[in-house]
Nanobody, 120 residues
Framework: VQLQASGGGLVQAGGSLRLSCAASGSIFSINAMGWYRQAPGKQRELVAVITSGGSTDYTDSAKDRFTISRDNAKNTVFLQMNSLKPEDSAVYYC???????????????WGQGTLVTVSS
């Protein structure tokens, strides 16, 4: 199983970016998918999560600015980020709670991370 994240880059404050993360491999089912971020010198934190049914939750700093969505048919999760601030700068990681055909259990898988830099 592989999670491939993309869409990061350099953007000015107030700008927008759209991150994507596609899960591939021998996937039987995916429960929740989410985005985390880690800034230099800080712990990794949850940004947003979406269940297989479409329920969402956000960290307070992302509410009203970020939108998480997913395409279940393509095993892909998105994060639309608007009104970006310099404090949003971090490496963004996608995460999926999934089960493979060779397992009876769900476990978390991580993408490789994509860098978001917001200039002031």
């Amino acid at each position: 199983v592989q999670l491939q994240a993309s869409g990061g880059g350099l953007v000015q404050a107030g700008g927008s970016l759209r991150l994507s993360c596609a899960a591939s491999g021998s996937i039987f089912s995916i429960n929740a998918m989410g985005w985390y971020r880690q800034a230099p010198g800080k712990q990794r934190e949850l940004v947003a999560v979406i269940t297989s049914g479409g329920s969402t939750d956000y960290t307070d700093s992302a509410k009203d600015r970020f939108t998480i969505s997913r395409d279940n048919a393509k095993n892909t999760v998105f994060l639309q980020m608007n009104s970006l601030k310099p404090e949003d700068s971090a490496v963004y990681y996608c995460n999926a709670d999934l089960r493979t055909y060779s397992s009876t259990r769900y476990r978390f898988y991580w993408g490789q991370g994509t860098l978001v830099t917001v200039s002031s």
